[in-house]
C-alpha cells in the first residue's frame, strides 16, 4: 500500500469556470498536504459528453477519449479529492455526468475502492453541505472508501486573497486535518 | 389559470438512450392524459454544454441555443413531467446540468412556479425512488410546484410489449392517476 511518501492525490474541482474557489482549495491543498505526498488536477471535467448508454461500448477502451483520460487519472492516483460547489441543492451535473461515466462498466469503476475525501464551499452561509452529502453517498454507490468528513467553506468569496491564496485560516487548518487523513495509510478510523 | 383542456405537458426523459423506458414512460403518459390535455418532448437534452459560470452571460437571451431552447420548452409548457433514470444512486448528470442552467440567473428560471411531477424507472427492483427524491428536492429549489408522488417502475425491462407499449396495469393505472392530478387546475391538495 502507498506510503504517505509517495501518495500522488487527484484533485477535481467540481465548478468549470476558471476562476473558482473550488479550484482555489484544490490549489491550497496542494500546499497542505503531507511532506511527499503530491496533487495533480484532472482540468478536462468540461470536455466529458453527455452520458448516454448508446455512446458507451461497454468497455472502458471503447469510451470517449475524455472519459478514458479522467478514469485513467483516477486509476493512476492513490487518493482523490473533490472539491465541489453546490447547485440546486445538489451536486453540479457536469461532475455527476463525470462519475456517470465512471462507473460504466461496473468492473472496471476506478473508484472502487479508492480513498476519496469531499470537500465544498460556496459564496452562500452553508458551504455546500448538501452537494458534499449526496456526493460522499454517490461515492460510496461507486465503492469507493469514502472519508466520513464534511468540511464546507461558506462565504468564499471573501476566504482568498487576491493572489488567489486561501486566507480563512479555521478552514486551512481544518483542510491540513482532512489532508493527512486522505493521505494517511492505513486508513483512520 | 390552464383548465385541463388545454393544458400542455412537456416530458422530458432523463435518459439519453434512443430505447429508454423512461421516453417509453412519457409515450405512454402522451395516451394517457386526460381528454384535451396534450404532451410534447424536449427531445435536446443531450446538446446541453456543461454548465460553466464563465459561459453564463447572465440573461437567458445570452446563454447556449439549446440552454434557450430548453428553458423556452419549460416557459410555454403548462406543466412539466420529468422521468428519470437512476445513476449511482442520485439523478443522472445530464438532467441536473440542465436544471443547473435553467436556474440562472434565478430570476429567470422557467420552473419557477411550474407544477412538475417526477416519475422513475429502472431495470432494478427499486424504481430509481433515490433519483426521484433528489429531483423532487431540486426541483423544490428551483422553486417549482412540485407534486409531492413517488411513482416508480421497477423492472422496467418487463414492463413494455415489443412495439414500446406499457403493459405493466399497476404502473399504468398510477400514471394515469398521476397525470390526471398534473393536469389538474387548481393543485390537488
Redesign the interface.
Known sequence: MATPESVTVLGISG????G?HNRKILRAAAELLPPGARLVTFDR??D?P?????DDAGTTGQQPEAVREFKNAIAEADRVLIATPE??????????????WA?RPRAEDPLRGKRVAVVGSTNGLFGAVWAQA?LR??L???GAEVLDRELGLPLAMDAFDEEGNLVEDGFRDALRDLLEDLAASPVPA
Open positions: 465548478s468549470l469556470r476558471a473558482s471535467l468540461g466529458i453527455p452520458y448516454n448508454e448508446d447547485y440546486n441543492g445538489s451536486i453540479p451535473g457536469q461532475l455527476k455526468n463525470a462519475l456517470d462507473s449526496e453517498k454517490i460510496g454507490i461507486h
